[in-house]
């Protein structure tokens, strides 16, 4: 930032504590981030649009088949290029990204992620990667709200406000259904739900979805009329339907988990590129309705006009059959999930909010279709409804989101009339596969690490804490060969504390010596010499490790060894002691200011 520009900006800040109160500030800030995140939406949106287009050109129609096995890869190696020698920073998965800055950066998100989406995503989907749009659009517009906030020097309360309104304004915007985009944010990101956050929501969430009007009118992702109202005779299918979706759920959680555990342990980007590439682009061409985000085949699933999906398969099988189109749906189901799982694991960027709603929109159809070809139950049962509801379904159980899904679905049809089943197949699906599956798919790695915020309050305020605010390290150490006359001399004659850690020469930690322990023997001179802290030290009940433990693993370890003080190893060297008194009071300054 120029000399000048920084001149402006300190004037502009000290303007505004004069004249503009902290709850002014950031309602206006919250409309201003949601028009940001708006037009981020809009920018990922149409660059998306460009590349699909451009492969449809003319020229590229003629040879179209022979290349739509490649465009996949094209596509991620692009999108490595960029990332290695355009960002040459790490660009993570949009969401999982976003938690990770809130729970262990203080809310302060990369400069990078407020492009590196845009420049990665559009590639990634538009040349054929089967994931989805939301994930970017959502990084894109909190870390617009992140910058933004460090730009105007507010809190890290306030700056994780800020970040929820962005993610609630870019899926307002791509969606246009603000209220879902408010919950959204508060399920997602585990925001405090209170008039204090729920006005910066709202504007941002109005501000958003307004941009998006003034760009795409009124054009929707998802095109659905409810034709066919819900009867009670239903209710007994919907919860069928809550089951299938957790079993799938459970499915989609599962292989995506195992497929990117697999490329994990593939060592280069390089191989990494051309196993997941060639996969998908294999994948793609023998199966194109998995190709991209797959909007255009949920919204045919949604009028009930599968034929353009089933009949668009390399295989030339005419669908006469309902064997055959129940395989080749159930066939869209299974390969989705282990598409979108090839794209991320070969460096692509999205989300899986798109191949969930995809998965969803099928396994409903499926779900309705199968009890209607049997007959056993004398009724028709409404396969577009069981589509919608069952998009729901797969949200509730894959994001566990089970509010977002039920408004999302409720605003998207323009009504309430889908309520009860919304209900109904959401709370089933989200149970069940909570179950099997502790943390949905973005929050997952985190909460392993123990980094993950939630709506637990005393889980939020120990992540929030720093470690380092609590570590002593003026303690002077011993060696295992000193006597007991350097102790009393060199240590306990020249510290204020009673611990004195036993290390060894390459800095290990051994063992403790307080003064309790000596307090019997330390006047006694003719022991100076013969007493060495070889025998005088003890271990401790427990050790802190700095590179691996949380602040709550840290809370429970003074729990059950009932300790005042413990040390902490770093890199497996000491580095020194946290205390149980400094601990508390550190908690206790973090709950009034995450509270206040």
């Known amino acids: 930032m120029s ?24 309602r206006i800030a919250s409309a201003i981030i949601g028009l940001l995140a708006g037009l981020g939406a809009v920018t990922l949106k149409n660059l998306t649009h460009f590349f699909q287009h451009m492969l449809e050109s003319e020229f590229i129609k003629d040879i179209h088949v022979a290349f739509y096995f490649i465009f996949p890869l094209l596509g991620l190696f692009f999108v490595r290029m960029i990332k290695r020698y355009g960002i040459k920073k790490k660009v993570g998965h949009g969401i999982p990204s ?45 870390a617009l709200g992140s910058n933004f906030a460090r730009l105007m020097h507010v809190n890290q309360t306030t700056r994780t406000l800020l970040i929820g309104a962005a993610a609630a304004g870019a899926m307002s915007s791509i969606f246009k259904a603000p209220i879902a985009a408010i919950i959204f944010a508060v399920e997602i990101f585990s925001l405090e739900l209170t008039m204090v956050s729920m006005i910066p929501l709202l504007l941002a969430s109005i501000t958003a979805v307004l941009t998006s009007y003034f760009f795409f009118g009124d054009d929707v992702l998802l095109h659905f009329s409810i034709e066919d109202k819900f009867h009670l005779n239903d209710v007994l299918f919907y919860v069928l339907l809550g089951v299938t979706s957790a079993t799938t759920s459970i499915y989609f959680s599962k292989v995506y988990f195992k497929i990117g555990a697999f490329f994990k342990g593939m060592k280069g980007a390089h191989k990494r590129l051309l196993f997941g590439g060639i996969s998908l682009g294999i994948m793609v061409f023998l199966i194109p309705p998995l190709f991209g985000e797959g909007y255009a085949t949920i919204n ?15 295989f030339h099988i005419e669908p006469d059959n309902f064997l055959i189109i129940t395989a080749l749906l159930v ?16 460096g692509g960027v999205g989300g899986v909010f798109a191949p969930t709603l995809f998965t969803g929109s099928i396994s409903g159809y499926i779900f309705a279709s199968i009890i209607n070809h049997s007959q ?35 605003e998207l049809t323009g009504g309430y009339e889908l309520f009860i089943p919304l209900m109904i197949v959401s709370s089933i699906s989200y149970l069940v596969t909570k179950k099997y599956i502790p943390h949905n798919i973005y ?13 637990d309050k005393d889980k ?30 060199n240590a306990v004659a020249k510290s204020s504390r009673n611990h004195f850690p036993v290390v060894s020469l390459q800095n290990e930690f051994l063992g403790v010596i307080t003064l309790d322990d000596i307090r019997s023997i330390m006047f006694n001179t003719k022991l100076y010499d013969k007493q060495k802290v070889l025998h005088l030290m003890h271990s401790v009940p427990d050790i802190i490790n700095y590179d ?49």
């Open 331 to 346: 066939g869209l189901v299974t390969f989705k999930v282990i598409a979108t799982s090839l794209t991320f694991g070969a």
């Open 3 to 26: 000399i000048k520009l920084k001149y402006i900006l300190k004037r502009f800040l000290i303007w505004k504590y004069q004249h503009i109160s902290d709850k002014q500030f950031v």
């Open 548 to 596: 691996k433990d949380s602040m709550e693993v840290i809370m429970n370890k003074f729990k059950t060894t009932v300790a005042w003080n413990l040390p902490v190893i770093k890199d497996g060297k000491y580095y020194g002691f946290i205390s149980k008194s400094r601990l508390l009071t550190a908690y206790r300054r973090k709950l009034i200011h995450v509270t206040a």
């Open 98 to 142: 976003t938690l990770f800055a809130i729970s262990k950066l203080k809310g302060i998100m990369p400069r990078h992620q407020m492009w590196s989406s845009i420049l990665t995503a559009p590639l990634t989907v538009g040349f054929g990667g089967s994931v989805g749009l939301e994930g970017p659009t959502v990084a894109t517009g909190a």
């Open 460 to 489: 939020n305020v120990l992540m929030l804490m720093d470690i380092d605010k609590v570590i002593e390290t003026n303690f002077i150490v011993l060696t295992p060969e000193m006597t007991l006359g350097e102790i009393v001399n």
């Open 376 to 410: 056993i139950f004398g009724h028709q049962l409404s396969s577009t409804n069981f589509a919608m509801v069952g998009m729901a379904g797969l949200m509730a159980g894959i994001l566990q989101a089970p509010l977002t899904a039920i408004f999302l679905i409720a």
């Open 443 to 455: 929050a997952s790695e985190l909460a392993k690490k123990g980094q993950l915020l939630t709506h």
């Open 300 to 314: 045919n699933v949604l009028k009930g006009n599968i034929t353009p999906i089933i009949s668009n398969n390399i």
